[in-house]
């Protein structure tokens, strides 16, 4: 069984501060996706990377793919109360992509 | 594109009586998900369809739920008889078939079974 472990669980900052949220895995994954959600709403896709040590910026979003293809991060900088959410790591796999298998998510809570 | 299109958002029923989810995916995506997400498990994959196909149903929890992809615009999922322990949010999603396989989520079904 493939497993996508996500840190932190819960992370509460204030606005203007850095984070970074972790997604590893002992599992190899043809590639990572990045996902938020809100409350009442479906997860909406962030980003996808799919090449070892891969990264992509999305304005103040940097994600990052490890080397191995294990294990993956995304850095907000200067975090603002818009990026509040449950950010949701999934590693693709399977014929043609078809299992999706998803982290348990970080909420993620900016003050103003 | 109006997205993944899912209703009810909202179904309140009683133990017992049947439910019924339905899902308009995007159209030209030929892959169709279910998926059920609850605090204590995430979000779990309860099924998958390709080309209106039934492909993966593993992560369907037992007999009571079963799933439909009639034609390549609508799905339904339906659990009889519900049981409050099927209280959570389900949520459809599909996909194009080709690389990097993108899932576009709807905006889900919060199911209540009191």
């Known amino acids: 069984t493939q497993l996508l472990e996500q840190s932190p669980q819960f992370l509460s900052i204030q606005e203007g501060e850095n984070l970074t949220v972790y997604c590893n895995s002992s599992s190899v994954f043809s590639s990572l996706q990045w996902y938020r959600q809100e409350p009442g709403e479906g997860p909406v896709l962030l980003v996808t990377v799919v090449t070892g040590g891969e990264v992509k910026k999305l304005k103040r979003l940097t994600f990052q793919f490890g080397d191995a293809r294990k294990d993956s991060s995304l850095h907000i900088t200067a975090a603002q109360p818009g990026d509040t959410g449950l950010y949701l790591c999934a590693g693709v796999s399977g014929t043609s992509g078809s299992r999706l298998t998803f982290g348990e998510g970080t909420q993620l809570t900016v003050n103003p | 594109d109006a997205g993944v299109i899912q209703s009810p958002r909202h179904e309140v029923t009683e133990m017992g009586q049947e439910v019924t989810l339905r899902c308009k995916p995007i159209s030209g995506h030929n892959s169709l998900f279910w998926y059920r997400q609850t605090m204590m498990r995430g979000l779990e994959l309860l099924i998958y369809f390709n080309n209106n196909v039934p492909i993966d149903d593993s992560g369907m929890p037992e007999d009571r739920f079963s799933a439909k992809m009639p034609n390549a615009s609508f799905s339904t999922l339906k659990i009889q008889p519900s049981e409050p322990r099927d209280s959570a949010v389900y949520f459809c999603?599909?996909?194009?078939?080709?690389?990097?396989?993108?899932?576009?989520f709807g905006p889900g079904t919060r199911l209540t079974v009191t």
């Open positions: 999603a599909s996909r194009a078939g080709t690389a990097p396989y993108e899932q576009y």
